[in-house]
């Protein structure tokens, strides 16, 4: 059986924005709803492009990741570059057929392991189905195709959600594979990393101390210009409701923020003030703040709707939310001539969680990092664990409403930084005691302040530079 037909067929019929349903028979025969196929079943597809213009599609299976350290001088093509050739080509997905787009196909040869496979049809609700040996026919019967190694099963690479006292061995075995250098007593010694700065430090002191109160806390704050500034500008913001009123930091804790959102604000802001973000990122990703925002107000506002007998404390879930990330920061930090490495990885392969792109190239992620080096720190426990378990949506351990609450989060703010009800699970929530409508009307309210967060993310970037 020849199948250039096929292939031609459906180029035209691509071309002609003929839809699914009116496909020439051939095509027509082969289309199946795309919940039809398994992760093991279905093809990816990535396009990348070398220093020198040239561009490939590499086909690979869904529980899989493109291993870019094969293709050195290589990188996934932006979302903008990605857009501007699904439109060109009439389509909305990518087949991982020959000769559908103007570049080559390589295959990777695990495509081949399942009886069925089934690749993109161009339109997101249908796929094409093949068994594997006519697939492997397909991709020998044109020169523009051939068949190569490079894809890493997910399996394979399985991070690490539960078992906390491995973190230090494995954090530790992640710095000597990377640097080569001996591993000291501590982490905090053996990563190089800058300090915690002074007023973070005295923040945590201050944390401790059960007779602290507004003033000594607006004392650290203002010894810190830049912190005192962004806290000034935080109670100002309209999300808070006294645009312009706010002159110092008295007026913020006391008229506006409060004590305890006020130090933990503070404390998430000045962690992060002695590690700059990094000048590489995936497509450019220069969104970190903003994410922070979004998550640290989302926990904020999902704790009020917990009832009060249920509802772990609003600081600290809000400092969770604003440095729930922080982590990515410490790798950037701690690995640079990874971190480009990594960025490449997470382009070329957008269908896998960032943890086990991390745990592929550095043997931990950055929930583990950041965890263990807060701990460090003496930043308080609950924070720890939310950053450790925010993966783990079965985690019951201590602390385990900030971890629970943070996962939900996670779940909420999608990669394009929209705040969207996915799939929620029910036994989560039902820990939490919170119920869904009312996660459902916490995203209306936050979508609302979308101009103030950015606002505040702007501020928060500039501060960072």
Not at 20 to 41: G, H, M, S
Not at 330 to 344: D, N, Q, T
Not at 395 to 421: K, S
Request: glycine content about 4%.
């Amino acid at each position: 059986m020849s199948f250039k037909g096929l292939v031609l067929a459906l180029q035209e019929a691509l071309s002609q924005s003929v839809s699914p349903d009116n496909f020439p028979e051939l095509l027509k025969n082969r289309l199946v709803p795309r919940n039809r196929a398994t992760a093991r079943q279905l093809i990816r597809s990535s396009v990348l492009e070398g220093s020198d213009g040239v561009r490939h599609l590499l086909a690979f299976p869904a529980h899989c990741l493109l291993d870019m350290k094969l293709y050195q001088g290589y990188q996934a093509i932006s979302p903008n570059a990605k857009q501007s050739l699904l439109k060109r080509k009439k389509i909305q997905s990518v087949p991982a057929l020959p000769e559908v787009i103007d570049y080559n196909l390589i295959v990777d040869s695990r495509c081949f392991d399942p009886e069925i496979i089934f690749t993109e049809s161009g339109d997101p609700s249908w796929l094409l189905e093949f068994t594997s040996e006519e697939y492997k026919s397909l991709t020998e019967e044109f020169s523009s195709a051939r068949i190569e190694q490079f894809a890493i099963p997910l399996v394979s690479v399985r991070p690490n959600l539960t078992a906390v006292d491995q973190d230090e061995a494995e954090i530790k075995t992640a710095v000597e594979t990377i640097t080569s250098r001996r591993i000291r007593t501590r982490l905090a010694e053996s990563i190089e990393i800058p300090p915690l700065p002074l007023s973070a430090h005295n923040i945590i002191m201050l944390r401790n101390d059960e007779n602290a109160d507004g003033d000594e806390l607006a004392s650290i704050v203002e010894s810190d210009p830049s912190l005192a500034s962004q806290v000034i500008s935080w109670a100002n913001s309209p999300y808070y409701g006294l645009p312009g009123q706010i002159h110092s930091i008295q007026d913020a804790v006391i008229r506006v923020l409060g004590f305890d959102l006020t130090m933990n604000l503070s404390l998430g802001l000045s962690m992060g003030k002695n590690i700059k973000m990094p000048s590489d990122g995936v497509f450019g990703y220069r969104g970190y703040w903003r994410e922070a925002v979004m998550k640290a107000m989302l926990m904020e506002r999902l704790v009020k709707q917990i009832p009060a007998d249920h509802r772990p404390v609003i600081g600290l879930s809000y400092l969770s939310g604003l440095v729930n990330n922080f982590g990515y920061l410490v790798i950037a930090e701690v690995f640079p001539p990874y971190f480009s490495l990594y960025c490449r990885y997470q382009e070329a392969n957008p269908h896998v969680p960032a943890m086990y792109i991390e745990r592929f190239l550095f043997g931990i992620t950055r929930e583990q990092i950041g965890s263990f080096l807060f701990q460090t720190w003496g930043v308080p426990d609950e924070v720890c664990s939310a950053i450790r378990h925010l993966h783990n949506p079965a985690y019951e351990g201590l602390h385990h409403q900030y971890a629970n609450l943070l996962y939900i989060v996670n779940q909420l703010v999608c990669n394009d930084g929209e705040v969207r009800l996915g799939k929620l699970p029910e036994t989560v929530l039902n820990r939490l005691h919170l119920e869904r409508a009312l996660v459902e009307k916490t995203i209306d309210e936050i979508s609302d302040f979308n101009e103030e967060l950015n606002s505040l993310a702007e501020m928060l970037e500039k501060a960072s530079k």
